[in-house]
């Protein structure tokens, strides 16, 4: 069966450091990847997705950036965090194409706090 | 601007009551996924719907795609204090299906007793 993990759980970090969050995929093969943020109580906001290995479409302008260095591994940094920066973070997979879409499955968030 | 839009942003409905949650893209949807969270937690699938006019059901739960495939609306039945939490559709917005996988504004639903 497929899993993600994704960690830590929650971050604390203060402004002008460096961010990185890390989600991998098992089970799968191929999947299309996603980072998602999501501000409280508010919906999910799309900042990278990737459908293959150093594929990275970026949606939101930020100082943010994402890698996919492996297959199912994907990587989401930061090289000086902001406050802004904070919130809830999801990390995502879905079935490639060519094999039928599928939901997209979701790592258990990381809280990112910057202060 | 967002692709996706939700209605009402918040909710609050006496328990027994009936609920509708609307979802509107402004592209057609290659998919629609709605999900439920609970506040900081991962998000729980409910229904993916497909086909223009499909609809499905689950439980209490029913999931409505129209015909062009640009509006979903959820709907439950006889609200219960378990389906508090924020609900959340999410579209695939690419001729490739689910690869852009953009999601909505989220609803909060609140059940009082």
């Known amino acids: 069966s497929q899993t993600i993990h994704q960690w830590p759980a929650t971050l604390v970090q203060p402004v002008g450091s460096p961010l990185s969050l890390e989600c991998t995929v098992e089970g799968t093969s191929n999947p299309n990847l996603y980072w998602y943020r999501q501000a409280a109580g508010r919906g999910l906001q799309l900042l990278f997705y990737?459908?293959?290995?150093?594929?990275i479409s970026s949606e939101v302008p930020q100082n943010l950036s994402a890698s996919r260095p492996q297959d199912r591994q994907f990587i989401l940094s930061s090289k000086k965090l902001l406050l802004s920066d904070s919130g809830f973070y999801l990390c995502?997979?879905?079935?490639?194409?060519?094999?039928?879409?599928?939901?997209?499955?979701f790592g258990q968030g990381t809280r990112l706090t910057v202060v | 601007s967002q692709e996706l839009e939700q209605s009402p942003q918040s909710l609050i409905v006496q328990e027994g009551k009936n609920l509708t949650i609307n979802c509107t893209s402004s592209k057609t949807l290659y998919g629609l996924y709605w999900y439920k969270q609970k506040y900081g937690e991962g998000l729980i699938f409910l229904m993916m719907l497909q086909k223009g006019g499909e609809e499905k059901s689950h439980e209490k739960i029913t999931a409505k795609l129209d015909e062009k495939k640009q509006q979903s609306s959820l709907h439950i039945t006889a609200s219960q204090p378990s389906h508090a939490g924020i609900y959340l559709c999410g579209g695939g917005l690419t001729n490739f299906g689910n690869e852009k996988l953009t999601f909505g504004t989220g609803t909060r639903l609140t059940i009082i007793p």
């Open positions: 990737s459908v293959g290995i150093g594929q």
């Open positions: 995502a997979w879905s079935s490639h194409r060519g094999r039928g879409n599928t939901e997209a499955f």
